[in-house]
């Protein structure tokens, strides 16, 4: 596992049912028996190389398929400006990830990690101790943060005892939640880590 | 032996161009009046090439086109029209369709059945615009017509058109003229003359 799966792991569930409302049933299928004759993978695998969605995605719509991918992630996630693009800030569209964002930062315990992780990579029992949360509750909240992506590997540690850990640190760079006319929008900054190793991004926003 | 069906409202016409591709052993396995007998023609027979008129009451040429290349994309389409500015026309020549104009002329039908039969096997590329739904502005690639219509047919797209044919496709005419010269300066200008035509 690594750097690649937290922004893929946040955007992959989304972006698949994003591809099939948008291309409809039969269309995901001629794509979906492409992938697998090509690669083996499954639509959902092919996530984690997202270039080998493209080529298949290049050769249903030829040079259409970018103005697709673009369409498909920009529903999830957009950069509005030039501005933005230049600081990668990506601005959250699809509810179900922002509330994953939102969810974690309104938790105290969870808001504290997320923060202390930000630029610098520690192991879960480093985390804890540093931020003084207690380890039950701590590594509830640390896996519910890996599970959402949120929280990504960033190489490991060995131990005395010569045991490996792996370490962890946030997803992000920065996070801005602001409330405009009654929504709720938030903003954030990958860390230049994921995007350079996100196939996604690299793809379908060429940064 | 080469197989076709061929397809004009006016039977005389039917009748002449039959007698003229017989003549060059073309085997006519039907023929049709209107574009939707056409496309049922091209159902059940699968010929090698199509002979098609444009203008026809109901369903017209361009009708049994655009079928014809929903049904099998790498269809062999040769229009046969009376109107001089068909080679002009976007229309015939963004379907990648060929052109036979009346009166009809033996070695042109010749040489046209020939390019058919033996043509590039490179799909053609056409730039495109399209647009999605629920936005005003429009995009636009270029795209084989196979992509164009997968892309066409997507839910998400609202408009989808092809706006002319590339530049890949006048250089291959470029090309050709090229080769056609060479030939004009060894007397035969039957080449140079169907491609003088060709590129508008």
């Known amino acids: 596992m690594n750097v690649m799966t937290g922004v893929t792991q946040l955007l992959a569930k989304s972006l698949e049912k994003t591809m099939l409302n948008n291309l409809g049933e039969t269309t995901i299928r001629k794509i979906q028996d492409r992938l697998f004759e090509r690669y083996g993978m499954s639509i959902t695998q092919s996530m984690e190389e997202f270039e080998k969605l493209d080529s298949v995605l290049r050769e249903f719509f030829g040079a259409g398929a970018e103005g697709l991918e673009r369409k498909f992630l920009d529903s999830l996630c957009s950069i509005k400006s030039k501005k933005d693009q230049s600081q990668t800030r990506f601005t959250i569209l699809e509810p179900s990830i922002g509330q994953s964002i939102l969810k974690a930062y309104s938790d105290d315990e969870a808001s504290k990690?997320?923060?202390?992780?930000i630029g610098e990579s520690w192991t879960i029992l480093e985390m804890l101790e540093k931020l003084q949360i207690p380890q039950t509750s701590g590594y509830r909240k640390v896996n519910s943060l890996i599970e959402?992506?949120?929280?990504?590997?960033d190489?490991?540690?060995i131990s005395a005892s010569g045991r490996k850990t792996d370490k962890y640190k946030s997803l992000f760079d920065n996070v801005e939640i602001d409330i405009k006319n009654n929504k709720v929008i938030v903003n954030v900054q990958f860390t230049q880590n994921v995007i350079d190793q996100s196939p996604i991004l690299q793809t379908?926003?060429?940064i | 032996m080469t197989s076709c069906i061929v397809v004009d409202d006016d039977r005389d016409i039917v009748n002449v161009f039959c007698d003229m591709l017989s003549m060059i052993e073309v085997n006519v396995l039907a023929t049709a009046n209107d574009g939707d007998q056409a496309v049922n023609m091209y159902k059940k027979y699968h010929p090698d090439i199509v002979f098609i008129d444009l203008n026809m009451p109901k369903y017209d040429g361009f009708y049994a086109i655009k079928k014809i290349n929903d049904?099998?994309?790498d269809a062999k389409i040769v229009v046969v029209t009376g109107d001089s500015n068909a080679n002009r026309s976007s229309f015939p020549d963004s379907l990648n369709v060929r052109v036979i104009r009346k009166p009809f002329d033996l070695q042109v039908i010749k040489q046209v059945i020939t390019d058919c039969l033996t043509g590039d096997a490179e799909p053609a590329q056409?730039?495109?615009?399209?647009q999605f739904k629920g936005e005003i502005r429009s995009y636009s690639c270029?795209?084989?017509?196979e992509q164009f219509k997968n892309l066409k047919e997507l839910p998400i797209i609202e408009k989808c058109e092809i706006i002319k044919t590339t530049k890949q496709q006048f250089d291959k005419y470029a090309n050709e003229?090229?080769?056609a010269i060479n030939l004009a300066i060894k007397n035969d200008t039957s080449h140079i003359r169907r491609l003088s035509e060709l590129v508008s």
Do not use: E, Q, R
């Not at chain 1, 990690?113 to 992780?117: G, H, R, V, W």
């Not at chain 2, 270029?142 to 017509?145: D, E, G, R």
């Open chain 2, 142 to 145: 270029t795209v084989t017509y």
């Open chain 1, 155 to 157: 190489g490991h540690m």
């Open chain 2, 71 to 73: 049904l099998d994309p």
């Open chain 1, 148 to 153: 959402d992506g949120l929280l990504i590997k």
């Open chain 2, 177 to 179: 003229m090229g080769k």
């Open chain 1, 204 to 206: 379908v926003y060429g």
């Open chain 2, 126 to 130: 056409f730039n495109i615009k399209y």
């Open chain 1, 113 to 117: 990690i997320l923060n202390a992780s």
